[in-house]
C-alpha cells in the first residue's frame, strides 16, 4: 500500500500553451493529414512557414521544387470539416500540441503528434503517469501482478497508460479504472481493437481517457502497434515490464522509452519461464528490477517532483521566413544526400551553405516523399 | 552449453604449504579439540606460542592468567589418537590449512579450520568451486533449474559446492556428481544430516568430497548450520543462490560469501512467488542476476584467472616469543573491556601497551572463555 504522495507533484501541465482557434485548429488537421507530413515534418513545417495555415499553401510548391514526381495530396478543407465533425459526434476532440492540455512529457518528444484526438476526462492527461505493458499471452500470475501493480500505483496518484491489449495491458487498465488509466490506440476511435476490449474502452472514459493520432476510419495494420508504442512511453514517466518474451511488443516500447529518456523497470521471473526471458534480460541490461509498486515510486518520485521544461510552440509568434535556397545549393545538398543516413550538421558543413538553407531543402525533399528522417538528426534519402 | 575454459584456470594450490610430521598432526588435533579454542584462536595461539606443540603446554598457563574459573580441558593425547584412528578407518583424513591439498580459496578466510576431514577425492578441493545454495522445500522447477545450472557450470570444469540439505542443494549435488561435487556436513562424517541423503553423500565420494571441521560422533545442532555455511562460501569463488525466502539459510551463506569477499548471485524469480523473496531482494541490493550458466562464467573467469596470494602458516619457521605482559598491563587491558566490541587498535592505543602484549592478553582471556572475538578485529568480554 503506497500513500498518494505524487498526486499534484507533476507540474506546470496547465500554466502553458496556447489554445488554437477553430481556423487554425482545422489548418493543423488539413496539414497533419496531407500527404508525406509526419509529426516531425510537420514541426519543420510550422518553423520554415510560421502557421500550419501558411504551410498548406506553400506544401505543393516545396514539393515540386523537392523533386515530386506528383503532386502531392493536400487534405482539403472539406474532409478535415467532416473529420472534425464525425470525431465530435463520438465525444472526441483533438488537443493540439501547444495547447495546455496536451500531456507534456508527450510534447517533449521529438515525434509527438501535432493533434491528439482525446476521448474521456482530460484532467487525466494532465497528472503524472506511469505505463505498464507486457506480454498478451501473459500466465494467471502475470495478469495478477499486473493488477496488483495497477492498483497501488493508482493509489499512490500514477494513471497508468497502457495499449488496451489482451493480457497484462488489460489487467492494467482494469485495475486503474477507478484511479485512471489511458489506452493509447493503434487505429482511430471508431476502430477499437481488439474488438472484445470495446466495453473496456467504455469502462477507461469517465475518469481516464482513450487517446489517438491515426484519423478516424483507421484500422489498426501491424505496423501501427509499434509506431503507437512510442506514445505509450512517450506519455509516462517511466514502463514497467511484466512478463515479455524475447523480441516481443513490449521490448519495442523499451527501446522508444529509452530513446525518450524514460526509466524502464522490469519484474523478475523465473529463467525456466519463456514470458520472463524478455525481462530477465532487460534486468540484465539494467533496467531496474520492480517487484512491488514502491521499487517504481522510489525512483520516479524525484523525477515527477522536478519541474519539466517545456518547448515552446507558438504559431502566433512573430515570423521571419527561413532563407530561400539558390537552385545550386539545392543540388548540390541532393548530391550529398544518399541511401545512408547521413546527420543534417555534416550536411551542413559538406555543402557550406547555411543551416537554414539546408533544413529547408530537406523539408521539400521531405515533402517529395524522397527524404526519410532517423532518430536523432539524421537523414536518408528514400 | 559451456565450454570447460576454466578447468586447469585456478593456480598455485598443489605449489605452496608444508606437510606435517604425524606428531605436528597430532598436536593439531589436540589443540583444536580443547575447549576455547576455535579457529582464530588456533591461529593466535599459534602466532604466540610457535607451534600447536607449544600452545598446548602453555594453554592451561595462559588460560589461568585470563581468569578462567576451572582448568581448561586439553584434548589428550588419547583422544586425539582415538580420533585420527577412527577417522581413518571410515577413510576420512585430516588436511591442515598450512598443506598443500587445503582447499586454497577457504584458507584465506579468517575462521578458516585448523583441519578439515576430507572423505573422497581431495584433487576436487584443488579446483576452482562455486556453491549453489536454495531453499529446501524448491519448487519443481526450482530443481529443475538447480540441475540445468549444476550440470553447466560442472561442464565448465568448475566443482560445484553444497550443504547436502534437501531441495536446491541435494539437486545441485546430484547433478554435478560426474564432474565433482563438494558438499559441506555439519556435523561428523558419521552424521550425515538428514539420514536419507547417505546414499547421495556415499555417489559424491568417487570425483567429489564430503567436508567437516567437527569431530567424530558429532550430532549437528541447529547452531551448526549457519556455522557451517561460512565453508560453503569459503570454499567457493562466488555463490548462486536459487529459490530462498526472506531470512532463510541460504542468505546467512549470502552474508558470509560478502564478508569473505565473494561474488553473489541471485536467480530471478515472480514477486508472486514467496521462495523468489530473498533471491529477488539481492538483486535490488546488487547481486548479480542469473539465469543460465554463462552469467556466473562470465563474472567469476577472471577472478579464477588471477593468481591467488597465500597467506603463509609455516610451523616450522624460526620463532620468536611475543612479549609477556606485566600484572599491570593485564588488569589495565582487562578493564578497558566489557561487553560491547571493541577493537583491537583502540585497545592498543587506550592501553598504551604493545600490540604483542595486548593480543597476549585476549589470547589468555580467550582460552579462560571470557571473550567473544567478532567479525573485523572487534573483541568484547563475554
Not at 199 to 228: N, T, Y
Not at 241 to 264: C, D, Y
Not at 297 to 324: K, N, S, W, Y
Request: proline share 7%.
Amino acid at each position: 500500500m503506497v500513500s498518494p504522495i505524487l498526486r499534484g507533484g507533476d507540474v506546470s501541465a496547465d500554466s502553458e500553451g496556447v489554445r488554437l482557434t477553430d481556423e487554425q485548429r482545422l489548418d493543423w488537421l488539413r496539414l497533419i493529414r496531407s500527404d508525406n507530413v509526419g509529426p516531425r515534418t510537420f514541426r519543420a513545417l510550422i518553423g520554415h512557414c510560421g502557421s500550419a495555415g501558411a504551410a498548406i499553401a506553400t506544401l505543393p510548391d516545396l514539393a515540386r521544387r523537392g523533386g515530386a514526381s506528383r503532386p502531392v495530396r493536400v487534405c482539403s478543407r472539406a474532409d478535415a470539416e467532416r473529420e472534425l465533425e464525425a470525431t465530435r459526434s463520438l465525444g472526441v476532440r483533438f488537443v493540439a500540441s501547444c495547447e495546455p492540455d496536451y500531456p507534456h512529457r508527450l510534447r517533449m518528444i521529438d515525434d509527438a503528434p501535432p493533434l491528439l484526438a482525446v476521448r474521456g476526462n482530460s484532467s487525466a492527461l494532465a497528472l503524472p503517469m506511469v505505463a505498464i505493458v507486457g506480454a498478451r499471452n501473459a500466465s494467471a500470475a502475470g495478469i495478477r501482478f499486473a493488477e496488483r501493480m495497477a492498483r497501488d500505483l493508482g493509489l499512490a496518484g500514477l494513471v497508468i497508460v497502457s495499449g488496451l491489449a489482451r493480457g497484462i495491458d488489460a489487467a492494467a487498465h482494469r485495475a486503474s479504472l477507478a484511479s485512471g488509466t489511458v489506452a493509447v490506440l493503434a487505429g482511430g476511435h471508431d476502430h477499437i481493437y481488439p474488438r472484445d476490449h470495446i466495453d473496456l474502452a467504455k469502462a477507461i472514459v469517465p475518469q481516464g481517457a482513450l487517446v489517438s493520432e491515426m484519423p478516424l476510419g483507421w484500422e489498426p495494420r501491424a505496423q501501427d502497434f509499434p509506431r503507437r508504442n512510442r506514445l505509450i512511453s512517450g506519455l509516462a514517466a517511466g514502463v514497467v515490464v511484466i512478463e515479455a518474451a524475447k523480441r516481443s511488443g513490449s521490448l519495442i516500447t523499451v527501446r522508444f522509452a529509452l530513446e525518450q529518456g524514460r526509466e524502464v523497470f522490469a519484474v523478475p521471473g523465473s529463467p525456466l519461464d519463456p514470458r520472463a526471458e524478455g525481462t530477465n534480460d532487460l534486468l540484465k541490461q539494467g533496467a531496474t528490477l520492480a517487484t512491488e509498486a514502491a521499487d517504481v515510486i522510489t525512483v520516479l518520485r524525484p523525477i515527477l517532483g522536478q519541474p519539466i521544461e517545456l518547448e515552446a510552440e507558438e504559431p502566433d509568434a512573430p515570423f521571419t521566413p527561413e532563407a530561400e535556397p539558390g537552385g545550386d545549393e539545392r543540388s548540390r545538398i541532393t548530391q550529398l544526400l544518399g541511401p545512408t543516413p547521413v546527420s543534417i550538421d555534416d550536411l551542413v558543413r559538406l555543402s557550406g551553405s547555411s543551416p537554414a538553407v539546408v533544413r529547408t531543402v530537406l523539408l521539400e525533399l521531405e515533402l517529395a516523399g524522397r527524404l526519410e528522417r532517423h532518430g536523432g538528426t539524421l537523414v536518408s534519402l528514400v
